[in-house]
């Protein structure tokens, strides 16, 4: 049907300038009425009917998504997020072993893992993340990273990227007097660490955190303790 009106609109255009624009009017014109004429056409298919029913589901999965996406920021504000009031960065600075973690991709399989922070030239502060592939004899893995603290007002809620600009939330939910523990949040409750200052936390101190992370409203199924040299 279209070759038909492109062989007509060919030939015409071959004549004056007026016909022409007479033959590209006529064109128009005609692609119009078939485009009506497949119009009507097709509402008398069950065809129309699918697309229809399709454009209606695309519809509801769309308020679904919406819906659940709603629900996960929910619980997420359900979590308890306030972060410690001081923090002494000097004293933050240093190397700490992950004790335990909830699990996630960036750092599937890796064990022996540890973060140390230094400051760097500019005031930002360089994140070292290291461990080792399934096993504490296995390959070693390295990330290097940023943070900074936005607002030195709030000084546990940090920034943190790994890469370019795309900075996540780091809050220090949790820290000892004597800066030997720490335990670390975000805006999400997808993500969760305990730290230590040492390869091992004794029964005790583990016991407590674990404490305050339920009471903060942390579903601790998952978590998973991460294994260390001298466990």
């Excluded at 069950?46 to 589901?57: G, P």
């Excluded at 070693?140 to 607002?151: H, L, M, Q, T, Y």
Aim: with cysteine; charged share 25%.
């Amino acid at each position: 049907m279209g070759a038909a009106i492109c062989n007509r609109v060919f030939w015409k255009c071959r004549k004056t300038e007026v016909e022409n624009f007479r033959t590209g009017i006529y064109a128009v014109w005609v692609i119009f009425q078939e485009m009506k004429f497949m119009r009507t056409l097709l509402s008398k298919f069950e065809v129309f009917k699918t697309i229809q029913a399709m454009s209606k589901f695309r519809l509801l999965l769309t308020f679904s998504i919406l819906f659940l996406f709603s629900c996960t920021k929910t619980n997420s504000q359900m979590i308890d997020q306030t972060t410690v009031k001081e923090l002494d960065l000097n004293r933050y600075l240093g190397t700490w072993y992950e004790i335990a973690r909830f699990p996630h991709s960036f750092e599937k399989n890796l064990v022996g893992v540890t973060a140390t922070y230094s400051l760097r030239e500019d005031g930002k502060i360089e994140v070292l993340n290291q461990g080792y592939k399934n096993t504490l004899d296995g390959e070693s893995s390295k990330a290097v990273g940023k943070a900074k603290i936005p607002n030195k007002l709030e000084p546990g809620k940090l920034k943190v990227a790994f890469f370019w600009i795309f900075y996540a939330d780091y809050n220090v939910l949790e820290l000892d007097e004597n800066y030997q523990y720490a335990m670390i949040g975000s805006s999400s409750d997808k993500y969760f660490w305990i730290l230590s200052r040492t390869p091992q936390m004794d029964s005790t101190t583990y016991k407590i955190l674990l404490k305050k992370a339920r009471k903060r409203g942390y579903n601790l199924a998952k978590l998973e303790k991460v294994p260390q040299k001298g466990d």
